[in-house]
């Protein structure tokens, strides 16, 4: 449904008066910002219903996509710009002097992640419905999101973020849609006649799940698919159990906060009872919904698909069986058929530590018929494969070894597909950390390169670059991103070259304005931008990024008339609370900043910027504004990547290493286009199989390296004695275990390449040129295609 200028006004002052008594000089901000948030979600309302009754009357397969993170970021633009009617409100309200921007800073930014699982995940839940396809979200309805930061004498704080303080306009309560979820006690298993075991629960508690929907728009489509997000609430039969302090704090936790504190028993058995809260209440509800469609259990698998995203909902493998076998009276053989069939599983992470374990324990205390479940499916899992292969591989392989619940083991047994996300992502899934499970199930194995929502990332974070490329290339890019390759037809188009580099330097002067504003700080449009945005992590390698900036200040020191483009370093990344190691990097950064910001001898020549509070809306302003996206972890740590794509698209030049998706970019630009150093996949792998590196070495034989790892400990960076040791040692005393110092200098060349770029205007924005015009080889559009056509088999929506 669209409107015009004049109807739209009608409409709007119409709302606003019947919601709040008001007229457009009267109200707040946020009053315009509820009713236009109001009079939007009337718009789609009517095609949500549709979409819904759609797949029930057409019976049509879709998937369920669950993740414990989503990062939708604000949502009012989004809509708007799905809807097609963007242009029409933004210039409605200018006549009522009213500044959509000013209303968009209304909304709170839904921080319902910690980054690129959770951003992921919302570029899937909007590319789906933009493509048309039956896809829904199942997550936690956090009280909290992820904490908002704060630097206080440099150091992170973290502070509670209450984002549904002023309630989530999007959001629409389904009470008759509540389900409950069954939490401790015990239970026996008695054999009824027809030799089933039926389960029975003595003790233990449960909460009522209630979901709460918002509906995802598809881009200029009649799609509004639903993400359905669960709040823990006390159900009346267990309302005793919770009056006591403790009991209710048990309660509040549940969906509180993503990822409690896990350092201690409570952490740990909180983070594992949220997990098992939206997995359970999500397939319960799945299950209800596949009832109403009167069809065979054993059919499930050709009307339901259900997707794993990373290990935290593995549960879901043991959840449809106990409802098959337990609730159904399914037999064993026939639901495990069922499950499998059902579900597919995505693998983010090649990190060890980050594939998560519970013990066998407390997965008892928490989930009791879940673990007895898992115990079966492992007996099971031995059983079939015994003979068949030799016993260590089957040991290694199983769900439950040394007393310990191996989740991506469920996820992998439990599936009938395991994907990567990058293709050396997924190489390396198959020849290093699944090799075992590779060798049993081939099959299974695929690759689905990640990809991004390009119409948030460009059309609506950078509108000035989108109106550029209408003008050269026509729209059909904003529908169909691999359009945007027409670029290359115009490489030596000067007037076109020329306009991409002051849309780049307008951008620049909005973050300059923000960094002034926020931090204090002046900095030019005219330096390199030089960016490096993500999780605070040590394998991501921030800490190579600030030795890189220590030494150009070490130089600029020695030599004040050293000639270098001046540039402007920032960073935006939040330590997970417990990370020690994250935290120091934080204050190092941060001191270092102050150092040489008000160092007069530097000329202004380098700038450090830690912008507080990294978030989807601050990424927003910060990407279009970047000329060089930093992306250098060590080659066969990152997964995928994300924001490296989303830097490309907006004409930013990546440095990185060659690791996750920064070799798909590399193959996609050319060589001559990227910025590559580093290590390769298969160098790092040498160095651990031979075990023969030494970074004391290094340090010692290196005066370059020496020099700037000194200066964490001889007093060149104030205030920051114990963290600039604790770093000292993470380099010499533990070896360095993410290769930084061997991949310093190399680095430091690259850095250099880009400076001596930079200087050549033309072919600068004939690099960056290129990145754009390439930009669309990584669309979530195509990424969740190739997983509708080869992993869940679902179809566009069929109209009835």
Not at 82 to 96: A, K, M, Q, R, Y
Not at 345 to 367: D, F, G, P, R
Not at 562 to 571: H, K, N, S, Y
């Amino acid at each position: 449904m669209t409107f015009t200028k004049k109807e739209f006004k009608i409409e709007f002052k119409e709302r606003l008066q019947e919601r709040f008594a008001l007229s457009v000089s009267d109200a707040s901000s946020k009053e315009l910002y509820e009713t236009l948030g109001k009079l939007v979600t009337s718009h789609y309302s009517g095609n949500w219903k549709n979409t819904r009754q759609g797949y029930l009357s057409e019976k049509q397969k879709q998937v369920f996509y669950f993740s414990i993170e989503f990062l939708p970021g604000r949502m009012l633009k989004s809509n708007l710009l799905n809807l097609g009617i963007l242009d029409v409100v933004e210039e409605g309200l200018s006549d009522l002097g009213i500044d959509l921007e000013d209303l968009v800073q209304e909304e709170p930014d839904m921080a319902l992640g910690n980054g690129g699982l959770g951003r992921l995940a919302s570029c899937f839940m909007d590319s789906l419905a933009s493509i048309g396809m039956p896809g829904n979200g199942n997550g936690i309805r956090y009280e909290y999101g992820l904490f908002k930061q704060r630097f206080v004498d440099g150091y992170q704080v973290e502070l509670p973020d209450e984002w549904l303080n002023r309630g989530n306009i999007w959001e629409v309560r389904r009470e008759s849609k509540a389900v409950n979820v069954h939490f401790g006690g015990k239970v026996d298993l008695i054999e009824e006649a027809n030799g089933q075991l039926k389960p029975i629960y003595r003790g233990g508690y449960s909460i009522k799940a209630i979901p709460y929907d918002t509906g995802m728009t598809g881009f200029e489509n009649d799609t509004v698919n639903t993400m359905r997000l669960w709040s823990a609430e006390v159900t009346q039969e267990d309302k005793a159990k919770f009056q006591n302090f403790e009991g209710r704090q048990e309660l509040e936790n549940l969906t509180s906060v993503l990822y409690p504190d896990d350092s201690n028993e409570q952490g740990r058995r909180f983070r594992l009872s949220q997990e098992y809260f939206f997995v359970s209440a999500g397939m319960q509800s799945i299950f209800n919904y596949y009832k109403t469609l009167k069809l065979p259990m054993i059919d499930m698998n050709k009307y339901i698909a259900i997707h794993i995203n990373d290990t935290h909902p593995a549960m879901c493998v043991a959840e449809l069986m106990r409802l098959l076998v337990d609730e159904e009276n399914m037999s064993w053989e026939k639901a495990w058929d069922v499950t499998s069939k059902v579900m597919s599983y995505t693998n983010h992470t090649i990190m060890s530590e980050a594939l998560e374990k519970w013990q066998s324990s407390l997965m008892k205390e928490v989930c009791p018929r879940i673990f007895q479940i898992i115990e079966e499916i492992d007996r099971r899992y031995v059983e079939e494969w015994q003979g068949v292969f030799d016993d260590d591989l089957i040991k290694r392989t199983r769900i439950i070894r040394h007393d310990q619940i191996h989740m991506a083991h469920l996820a992998i047994i439990g599936s009938h597909s395991v994907n990567g996300v990058a293709k050396l992502h997924s190489d390396l899934l198959k020849s290093v950390v699944l090799k075992d499970f590779y060798a049993i199930y081939p099959e299974r194995f695929n690759n689905k390169t990640n990809g991004i929502a390009q119409r948030r990332w460009s059309q609506l974070s950078n509108p000035m670059l989108s109106k550029t490329l209408d003008e050269y290339i026509g729209k059909s890019w904003r529908k169909d991103t691999t359009n945007l390759r027409l670029l290359l037809n115009h490489q030596d188009n000067n007037k076109l070259l020329s306009d991409l580099e002051q849309t780049k330097f307008e951008n620049k002067k909005k973050l300059a304005a923000y960094i002034k504003e926020h931090n204090d700080v002046t900095v030019s449009p005219n330096a390199i931008f030089d960016i490096q945005i993500k999780r605070l992590h040590a394998y991501k390698r921030q800490l190579m990024n600030l030795m890189h900036i220590i030494k150009l200040y070490l130089d600029l020191k020695e030599n004040p008339e050293l000639d270098i483009t001046p540039r402007v370093f920032m960073f935006g990344a939040k330590a997970a609370p417990s990370y020690h190691f994250a935290k120091s990097v934080i204050k190092l950064i941060n001191e270092t900043a102050n150092l040489i910001n008000n160092d007069l001898d530097i000329q202004d020549k380098i700038k450090v910027v830690f912008l507080e509070n990294y978030n989807v809306s601050l990424a927003e302003l910060i990407i279009p504004a970047a000329d060089v996206s930093e992306q250098i972890s060590l080659a066969s740590k990152e997964a995928s990547g994300t924001s490296n794509m989303k830097f490309m698209l907006n004409g930013a030049i990546t440095l990185a290493t060659l690791d996750g998706a920064n070799i798909e970019i590399r193959d996609a630009v050319g060589e001559e286009n990227i910025a590559i150093f580093g290590l390769t996949e298969s160098e790092v792998y040498r160095y651990y199989n031979e075990q023969n590196y030494n970074s004391a070495d290094i340090y010692h034989n290196n005066p370059v390296i020496n020099r700037v790892v000194n200066a964490f400990v001889d007093g060149t960076i104030p205030n920051c004695c114990m963290e600039g040791q604790e770093i000292f040692d993470s380099l010499i005393t533990y070896n360095d275990e993410f290769f930084v110092l061997r991949d310093f200098m190399s680095y430091c060349d690259a850095q250099a390449w880009i400076d001596a770029s930079y200087k050549d205007t033309k072919k600068w924005g004939k690099m960056s040129l290129n990145n754009i015009a390439h930009a669309g080889h990584f669309s979530a559009d195509d990424t969740v295609r190739k997983y509708s056509e080869d992993i869940w088999q679902i179809e566009p929506i069929r109209k009835g």
